[in-house]
């Protein structure tokens, strides 16, 4: 079995695009919330979110069509870009130029965007008139499928020997790095790129969300309307963005000279079984995927010196996942300092775990844990060792980053430090 | 390594609503029937058919129908597979949830017109353009919630792990053929390796759904004499120790799982028949083949070819070895 690092990693975020940028709103506890400008959303009560702002530029390559065609699908769907760059950055710092057939691309990915203009013909769903207009050369796709990412990535990036595309809601970029951390140490593949990608900041995707009453509607908050485990936490706050890192065999990185960031050591997956919209009220299913991580680590719950929770500030998500930090804790909770970087960037679904390992990896890195700029007053069962307003000083060994998906499906990944 | 069983199989195809009617329909060389689509006039497309699924009791076989209202037509589908195959080897009675891993595949996402029409039409305006405004002030509030639960991916599994208490390791991949292969190849190594004592592993889709049709034929994927068949296939999975310490009859044993690159044309070897059932079918496949339908017609010992949409130009062969118990 290999031991597995982490050698490279991009990011786009709301707080920044690139790993420089991202850690230092995310030290600066910096929030990334704001108006959405992406639609006209004044007739929506949900009217929060957090966009990437900044321009993200599409990896260059010699092939002039697949950049246009992949710009033409980008602008479609956001998230595509941001996957590109997000890949690229992370490939460009593990020195890899191509991927081969010995590499795994695995990305995380929740919804199709679907434009309903595209549905509409007379005032209606007339998909025999849809039909009619699909047909004609030249006219846009009805739908972007969920890898297309992936497919660009393959013809931007060379051909990986297994490409998979997994919708596993807000565990998605979690799952999609604790399945390449597996298939890597079992010595499946040479490399793997892994992560996720999203953005749900169109009408659909907002309404939807706004329909099940899992965003916040508090918009006069602004930049502070995400406030994961405080007493007035009123729901998330959808973001969007895609983290990509890639993963060796730690020894054959180091023989090859490269610096290793961290390694992965753990990772546990488990299903609430529980119900569609809400947790396990006990927290059974997050206490097991926890518990399943630090074993496949071979480490003991004392050893976890940081948690990124998954922290979504709705009123039940938080405190069933402090109930069950309190419980898989059980004598040193007290005494983990716990991010909740949702506060800053918001919930980018998919992304979200994805974006929420490269927190735990910089905390790693820069020796700091980020902020809860917005947690003002702990939520009556949400009591954990939060970290205050300011980033603390970090030197500890391993830290675990918690997703937890809509639908039940739980993710804990651990990663220890590992300087040089 | 242990040695993987596969101990129940359910299944819901344009042949057959249970897995014993599939099989014997297979077996008989029996066709799809087609029809024209039913909820949109599809006389534009190069082939407006889709396969016909037999008529089946949704509520009586999955307990009733309290979970119905959340379902997609894939979602019900899958559920109904996994209640066949769950009941068959019994995973309720003899395995911690915990210990049962879920492995599935989803295809596009595909709610219903009836679903989305009160949206799209509260929502646009005079002129028959979407308005943000009409969707925020009419369209919203005419929408049930519950739409929701029938367009995101991973709702189908998610609602296969509550209705069979399912707690354990997990993947859904989506959203074609190769990804559902992938599902299995994870299911097979899980159970063979020891990461779980159980794996259900399956697929539902519902290519015949009007957004999904229309786009499949518009992207070239649904060639102009196939048809979408909707369909789900659901397989447990176990080592052949735990079968025997429980006295739980073995169907097939299934010594190999392979996903390899190849060159060879994509080859869906149901699709004549079945109609194609996209990320349903290798599954589907796996079922037959696990029901020893290979002793009669060309499933096990054939291959299936997925065309890789994610790398292109790429195609998976799916192999695998499956042995009738007897």
Not at chain 1, 378 to 386: F, I, K, N, S, W
Not at chain 1, 395 to 406: A, L, R, W
Not at chain 2, 15 to 26: I, N, R, S
Not at chain 2, 250 to 257: E, F, K, M, N, T
Request: include cysteine.
């Amino acid at each position: 079995m290999n031991r597995v690092g982490i050698t490279g990693f991009g990011v786009v975020s709301p707080i920044g695009v690139a790993r420089e940028a991202f850690w230092q709103s995310l030290a600066d506890g910096r929030s990334g919330i704001g108006p959405i400008t992406r639609f006209d959303c004044s007739a929506f009560s949900v009217r929060l979110a957090g966009e990437v702002k900044e321009r993200v530029d599409l990896p260059g390559d010699d092939e002039i069509a697949v950049v246009a065609a992949t710009a033409a699908v980008a602008a479609d769907d956001p998230k595509i870009g941001f996957a590109l760059a997000a890949c690229a950055e992370a490939l460009e710092q593990a020195g890899i130029e191509r991927l081969t057939r010995d590499t795994l691309l695995h990305l995380g990915v929740s919804l199709e965007v679907f434009d309903m203009q595209k549905a509409i013909c007379g005032g209606r769903p007339d998909f025999r008139s849809i039909a009619e207009r699909s047909m004609r050369p030249g006219a846009p796709p009805l739908q972007i499928p969920l890898d297309t990412a992936s497919r660009l990535i393959a013809q931007l990036f060379g051909m990986p020997g297994r490409s998979l595309t997994n919708c596993s809601a807000c565990a998605a970029g979690a799952q999609a790095i604790g399945h390449a951390f597996r298939s890597v140490r079992a010595g499946r593949y040479t490399a793997a790129v892994c992560g996720g990608l999203d953005s749900m900041i169109n009408p659909l995707g907002v309404g939807g969300f706004q329909m099940l009453g899992a965003l916040t509607t508090d918009n006069a908050r602004g930049e502070s309307a995400c406030r994961p485990f405080d007493a007035s936490r009123s729901g998330t706050v959808l973001g969007e963005g895609a983290a990509v890192v890639v993963l060796e065999p730690l020894d054959a990185a180091r023989a090859a000279g490269k610096r290793v960031l961290a390694e992965v050591c753990g990772y546990g997956s488990t299903l609430d079984a529980w119900s569609l919209s809400a947790p396990d009220p006990e927290g059974d299913g997050a206490a097991r995927a926890m518990l399943a991580a630090l074993d496949d680590a071979g480490i003991r719950a004392e050893q976890i010196a940081h948690i990124n929770a998954h922290g979504t500030a709705t009123r039940v998500n938080d405190e069933v996942e402090a109930a069950a930090i309190r419980r898989v804790f059980a004598r040193t909770w007290q005494r983990i300092p716990v991010s909740s970087t949702k506060s800053m960037t918001g919930h980018l679904i998919a992304a979200a775990g994805a974006v929420e390992v490269g927190a735990c990896l910089l905390a790693l890195v820069m020796k700091q844990v980020p902020p809860n700029p917005f947690l003002n007053s702990v939520g009556q069962g949400c009591e954990l060792a939060h970290v205050g307003h300011a980033a603390v000083p970090f030197d500890g060994e391993y830290v675990m980053s918690n997703s937890f998906g809509f639908g039940g499906q739980n993710v804990s990944l651990v990663l220890r430090r590992c300087d040089g | 390594m242990a040695d993987v069983v596969a101990t129940g199989v359910g299944l819901v195809t344009s042949l057959g609503a249970t897995a014993d009617e599939t099989a014997a329909a297979w077996r008989a060389g029996g066709c799809a029937l087609r029809r024209p689509v039913g909820e949109f006039d599809g006389t534009a497309l190069a082939g407006s058919e889709t396969a016909v699924l037999p008529a089946f009791d949704a509520s009586a076989r999955l307990g009733g129908r309290r979970m119905l209202k959340f379902m997609s037509d894939a979602a019900v589908l899958g559920c109904v597979a996994a209640r066949e195959a769950c009941s068959q080897a019994a995973t309720r009675r003899r395995f911690a949830p915990g210990r049962v891993g879920l492995f599935c595949a989803t295809g596009l996402a595909a709610a219903g017109v009836q679903d989305v029409a009160p949206l799209i039409e509260q929502s646009t305006d005079e002129h028959g353009r979407f308005s943000c405004r009409l969707l925020g002030e009419r369209g919203l509030p005419a929408t049930n919630p519950l739409l929701s639960f029938k367009i995101l991916a991973n709702m189908p599994p998610c609602l296969v792990s509550i209705q069979e208490s399912i707690k354990g390791p997990n993947y859904i991949f989506t959203p074609w053929e190769s990804q559902s292969a992938a599902a299995l190849v994870e299911a097979w190594q899980a159970v063979a390796e020891g990461e779980v004592e159980c794996a259900v592993v399956g697929a539902a889709d519902s290519p015949s759904n009007p957004a999904a049709f229309v786009f499949l034929r518009q992207a070239g994927l649904l060639g102009a004499d196939e048809c979408p068949a909707d369909g789900a296939a659901y397989v447990v999975l176990e080592s052949a120790e735990s079968a025997a310490r429980s006295g739980q009859p073995v169907l097939a044993r299934v010594d190999s799982v392979d996903l390899r690159p190849v060159s060879s044309r994509p080859c869906d070897p149901l699709g004549n028949r079945m109609g194609r059932t996209f990320a349903a079918a290798p599954m589907i496949w796996f079922a037959l083949a696990c029901l020893g339908c290979g002793a009669t017609a060309a499933v096990a010992g054939s291959s299936f070819v997925c065309p890789d949409y994610a790398a292109p130009g790429s195609r998976w062969e799916l192999r695998i070895e499956a042995r009738g118990a007897a």
